[in-house]
């Protein structure tokens, strides 16, 4: 009975949530094919895929179509879209280094979040619950918290692109041209690099936090696997 309830893999790949994920697929693809040629179109496209990311999570909850493909599929476009506009940023602006650090701090969180999750077990890897920091605990318990820290990344880095006229751009006198052209600019990048900067900080927690649980679930199963040697090289040796 357990088997029939359960959806064919087919039925998982169609899916509200997980067609409005192919959707976006197409959408960065096209988005990134034409970002030096359109860059207005290029933001466009690149944060409609974004806010898209915030739809496809509405339907999975809302037509109780969860599933762990989906949650897949839904981090990997996440992370390979704001991995590829790093990656361009980090041509455009000096030192570029900058972009390519928090390239690998990002994706290096979100993989270890989701090897941590699979090792000890959990049904999501948003399940933080044993988590030690307030911080992190409050980014995954409030949607809004975690929507103004996620679209003030992913704002800063279109505004970034726009911003750059040159092919060599020095990332700090961009921003302080931009912050002193007015005071309403100056307002905005401020709430913006607020956000920005408690994504990061979360993303270092994230990082430490998942390390840990791997590390201790890794030596975990090695225990485990070095008891039930000793307990098969007993047994043969008394037989």
């Not at 318990?141 to 911003?163: A, D, H, P, Q």
Request: with cysteine; glycine share 4%; aromatic share 12%.
């Amino acid at each position: 009975m357990a088997e029939k309830s359960r959806p064919s893999t087919l039925r998982v790949y169609l899916y509200v949530p997980n067609i409005i994920g192919y959707v976006r697929i197409l959408m960065n693809c096209f988005a990134f094919a034409i970002c030096f040629k359109d860059k207005y179109l290029f933001s466009v496209l690149y944060f409609v895929s974004f806010v898209c990311d915030a739809l496809d999570g509405w339907f999975a909850r809302k037509l109780n179509q969860v599933s762990t493909f989906g949650a897949v599929l839904d981090m990997v476009t996440d992370r390979i879209s704001t991995a590829c506009l790093l990656v361009i940023l980090s041509q455009v602006y000096r030192p570029g280094l900058i972009f390519l650090s928090l390239l690998a701090l990002d994706i290096g969180s979100h993989w270890l979040q989701m090897y941590s999750s699979f090792l000890v077990g959990k049904t999501s890897h948003k399940d933080v619950k044993d988590s030690s920091s307030w911080l992190f605990k409050l980014y995954y318990g409030n949607r809004k918290f975690m929507c103004y820290c996620c679209v003030s990344c992913e704002v800063l880095y279109i505004l970034l692109f726009l911003l750059a006229k040159k092919e060599t751009e020095n990332l700090i006198d961009v921003l302080l041209n931009a912050t002193t052209e007015s005071w309403l600019n100056l307002s905005l990048l401020a709430l913006i690099l607020a956000g920005w900067v408690i994504k990061q900080i979360i993303n270092v927690i994230q990082a430490n936090e998942d390390c840990g649980r791997c590390m201790h679930a890794l030596r975990h199963s090695q225990k485990v696997g070095n008891i039930a040697a000793s307990m098969i090289g007993d047994f043969e040796s008394s037989r």
